[in-house]
């Protein structure tokens, strides 16, 4: 099964959304100067070997990072000693 059309897609992708990540979870963001859905989109137009990605595929990444921010453990435990 062949989910992109090449590597270089996938690579992209992934930087895309650690990018989103970043930007949509990240406090020190103004929340005016987040990443929106349709900035995300658009910085993924032509990563497909020139053709765009699904939208609803990108909405439906956007959307689940909105939703459920990733993050190494380490980091969830330093947060949690400075709030104690």
Do not use: C, Q, W, Y
């Not at 406090?27 to 990563?47: A, C, D, Q, V």
């Not at 070997?49 to 699904?54: E, T």
């Amino acid at each position: 099964l062949e989910v992109f059309s090449s590597a270089d897609t996938a690579f992209i992708l992934a930087f895309s959304v650690i990018m989103l990540n970043t930007d949509l979870h990240n406090p020190n963001i103004k929340e005016e100067k987040k990443m929106t859905l349709e900035s995300f989109i658009k910085n993924n137009r032509g990563i497909a070997d020139g053709a765009d990605l699904p939208e609803e595929f990108l909405t439906g990444v956007f959307e689940r990072i909105k939703s459920n921010p990733f993050s190494l453990k380490e980091d969830d435990e330093a947060r949690e000693k400075l709030k104690k």
